[in-house]
């Protein structure tokens, strides 16, 4: 396999692209079940501290039950679930009740099998690539989770951490330790921030997850890469939240996940240069 990807770098990206394909469909049932999960879990803690009776006794997760339309309970069947491909095959509706299929299905297998290929190209068949491979499909799942409930959920987050400090045991990123300092650097300045903020103005300015997500930057990345993260996130934060409120013509919170995504995302492939070009310039 190794030779493969090697010696046939076409070929191998063909593959690449068609797991992210597959992968991007699973996601796509995490974005959107996990945060069902979440809430059952909720419901059934707040009905035991009560002591009544479970609201939510059915078996729900990630598997179970199989993937139906919303709107008719129609089973999807294998050849309707093909990445991308049954989506412009079913002409984006669902074959029993003619119901439309957000293209947000397409986009993210799409985006997900592009990304993936796009670590192949960067990294190239390394421990590294396989790395890189979960963080990138990590983020994509908890991007649009949080776009969709403002949550950043610690079933996801927080194994990241750990993962990163697993990886780095051997320096694939970054030496272990530079992974551990990173990760406490990365959680203890957003928790910094936000208790400064809060005892300043009596609000919370981000959640929790924000602080865990940066985190695992930080066990991925290293301490040296948090300052570019938290620069490029602040802006394309600040400025798609300023879009948005004058679009809207009045300010409301917005998920601040994503932009630490897409911030990390940046500086995974191409953080080094890009301080290295920064300290360069100032130089001169």
Not at 27 to 34: A, F, W
Not at 99 to 105: E, H, L, N, T
Not at 130 to 152: K, N, R
Not at 239 to 259: C, E, L, N, T, W
Request: glycine content about 8%; hydrophobic content about 50%.
């Amino acid at each position: 396999m190794l030779e493969l990807f090697t010696n046939s770098p076409l070929i191998a990206g063909g593959l690449i692209l068609a797991l992210g394909l597959c992968i991007g469909s699973f996601l796509n049932v995490v974005i959107y079940r996990l945060p069902v999960m979440m809430q059952r879990q909720w419901d059934n803690e707040c009905c035991s501290l009560n002591q009544q009776p479970l609201k939510h006794s059915d078996k729900f997760n990630l598997a179970t039950p199989a993937s139906r339309c919303p709107k008719c309970g129609h089973k999807i069947r294998i050849w309707e679930n093909i990445p991308v491909i049954s989506w412009l095959f079913l002409k984006a509706k669902c074959s029993n009740c003619h119901s439309p299929i957000s293209i947000r299905y397409p986009l993210v297998e799409l985006a997900t099998g592009l990304l993936s290929v796009l670590v192949f190209i960067a990294f190239g068949p390394t421990a590294k690539m396989v790395s890189a491979l979960v963080l990138t499909w990590a983020l994509i799942a908890l991007t649009m989770i949080d776009f969709d409930t403002q949550l950043l959920p610690d079933d996801i987050t927080l194994p990241l951490v750990w993962l990163g400090l697993l990886v780095n045991i051997n320096g694939v990123w970054v030496p272990l330790e530079k992974a551990v300092i990173g990760a406490m650097c990365g959680y203890l300045s957003l928790w910094s921030v936000y208790w400064l903020f809060k005892l300043v103005t009596g609000k919370e300015g981000m959640g929790y997850g924000d602080f865990k997500l940066l985190a695992a930057f930080g066990a991925w990345l290293g301490p040296t890469q948090l300052p570019l993260i938290i620069l490029l996130s602040s802006v394309v934060g600040a400025v798609i939240g300023g879009v948005y409120a004058i679009i809207r013509k009045q300010s409301a919170p917005f998920a601040f996940g994503p932009y630490i995504a897409i911030a990390g995302l940046i500086a995974m492939f191409g953080g080094n240069e890009i301080v290295d070009w920064y300290l360069g310039t100032w130089k001169h």
